[in-house]
């Protein structure tokens, strides 16, 4: 059972089509179908069931799958290893994070970084947090930098680098601005702009409005703050931004911050890594810079971790 076969299964499986897998592998599709078809012969059984167009796994192919996972994470843990005997920065690292933080947070420490290692491939992948997080868990990303949930996974080592302060923001003519002290409750009468339901900063708005009993009205979501910023502007609803994004354009009365009657909302920005993985030489450099980046107020951060 090689490798390469075990690629192959990987990448039908995660992407659902072998024409996909074969354009991320830099593949043919025939190449793909050859050692997909090998597998199967080696283990003597069908691993997708193929009815025309869509390909979903056997009761074989899911029985492989978290150890086809395991088997090329524990071949990349054991390279890593050995090439860290060396003591030589380099080769690659597959480094996710959020728009948000690769706009307003990484770019001085990534600029730093590629001066001094130069020898390092970086791979940086802009995801969603929570993407950025299964891709930790599965190996698939060595590390991520982004929007930490409210109660991290146990195999992960998750720690906080910088503390967002989250303010309510509208645009100058929105009916809300011209409020002197505003309620949850009036707040909540009036279409929000915000990131999508599954999001952990969509998560953490939630469970402060259910704290006090309230819903939210929700006119349109993306994840990509910018684009709310944008709708803000429009005027299509008020919305919950980073202090770093929006300071200036409320200091040029672009937006106006909502003086909400709450205790301030914040968020946790920060790196996680697997616990059981082997990082490399170029991921433990980075983590040095990114510890030597992390503010006074995260470092008193409790992100306690789900129980297994």
Request: with cysteine; proline share 5%.
């Amino acid at each position: 059972m090689d490798t390469q076969s075990l690629q192959a299964f990987l990448a039908v499986a995660d992407s659902g089509s072998f024409s996909r897998a074969a354009e991320q592998l830099h593949l043919t599709q025939p190449a793909v179908s050859k050692r997909i078809a090998g597998l199967e012969g080696q283990i003597r059984a069908r691993l997708f069931d193929r009815i025309g167009r869509k390909v979903t796994l056997t009761e074989a192919g899911h029985m492989l799958l978290p150890r086809a996972r395991a088997i090329l994470v524990m071949v990349d843990d054991s390279r890593r290893a050995l090439g860290n005997l060396s003591g030589d920065v380099g080769g690659e690292l597959i480094l996710a994070t959020s728009h948000h933080i690769g706009l307003h947070r990484l770019p001085p420490i990534l600029s730093a970084y590629v001066q001094d290692f130069p020898d390092v491939r970086l791979d940086l992948r802009f995801l969603d947090s929570e993407q950025a997080y299964q891709g930790v868990l599965d190996g698939d990303i060595e590390m991520a930098i982004v929007t930490l949930a409210a109660h991290p996974d146990p195999q992960l080592r998750v720690v906080p680098l910088w503390i967002d302060q989250l303010w309510f923001v509208a645009c100058s003519n929105h009916p809300l601005s011209q409020q002197q002290e505003l309620s949850l409750a009036l707040l909540c009468q009036h279409d929000a702009v915000l990131p999508g339901p599954l999001t952990f900063t969509r998560q953490l708005i939630n469970e402060h409005l259910a704290s006090h009993g309230l819903q939210l009205k929700v006119g349109q979501s993306t994840n990509y703050l910018e684009t709310l910023k944008m709708m803000v502007n429009a005027g299509l609803g008020w919305s919950l931004l980073p202090e770093r994004m929006v300071e200036e354009d409320v200091a040029r009365h672009d937006l106006v911050r909502l003086p909400v009657n709450i205790a301030p909302i914040r968020r946790p920005l920060g790196y996680l890594v697997h616990r059981e993985r082997t990082l490399s030489n170029a991921a433990r450099s980075m983590l040095e810079r990114l510890d030597a980046a992390r503010d006074g107020e995260a470092i008193d951060w409790d992100l306690p971790t789900l129980t297994t």
